[in-house]
């Protein structure tokens, strides 16, 4: 990957992102205590005991990805009452051992339904596209998260194939490619 700057700051009518920070634990640890919002993370497998030690590793992860250029989760912040209404964000992964470029996105269960995860991924791939940092932009997102498809299907995502992701849990992985 070429040399870049992951900006923050980014915005769109009624959202604007800002890198994380350790301030952020508290608030994001409340997504961490709905089962339903979490249900298709793989948490367990972290061995860590508390909604404030999830989010502090979730943190702790994204601000190692910024520094090693590798993107990271943003915040997102509702413009209109400055609440911090979920994460979203580019992520280098590696999929069937090739190197991509996702779009991650987790709302706080009470901002479902306003239509902040569509609109916040969609800043994001264009981002993406307008920077030339990727020539497509994928999701990995398990089967049985309707919601999380239907966020990807609305910026035009559809499903390339189904492969084995962490734990070997099946997943699709969506994708949009850039258009000329």
């Known amino acids: 990957m070429t040399n870049y700057i992951y900006e923050d700051n980014l ?13 952020d634990i508290p608030v994001l640890s409340e997504f961490f205590e709905d089962k339903e919002a979490t249900q298709f993370l ?4 972290l061995g860590l005991n508390s909604n404030l030690e999830i989010s502090a590793h979730l943190i702790k992860k994204q601000m190692e ?4 250029h590798r993107f990271g989760l943003q915040a997102i912040i509702d413009k209109r009452t400055n609440h911090f209404v979920g994460i979203c964000g580019l992520l280098t992964q590696h999929v ?3 190197k991509e470029t996702e779009v991650g996105y987790h709302m706080i269960k009470k ?3 306003q239509g902040f995860a569509p609109e916040a ?13 990727a020539d497509s932009v994928i999701s990995v997102i398990d089967l049985g998260n309707k919601k999380s498809q239907r966020v990807a299907e609305k910026n035009g995502l559809t499903i390339d194939k189904q492969t084995k992701w962490v734990n070997n849990d099946d997943v699709y992985i969506y994708r949009i490619s850039k258009q000329s």
């Open 11 to 23: 915005q769109t009518e009624r959202l604007r992102t800002r890198m994380l920070t350790e301030d």
């Open 42 to 45: 793989f948490l367990e497998s």
């Open 65 to 68: 990805r910024y520094a090693e």
């Open 96 to 98: 069937d051992g090739i």
């Open 111 to 113: 901002y479902w339904g």
């Open 121 to 133: 991924a969609k800043l994001f791939i264009d981002y993406a596209f307008a920077n030339n940092l």
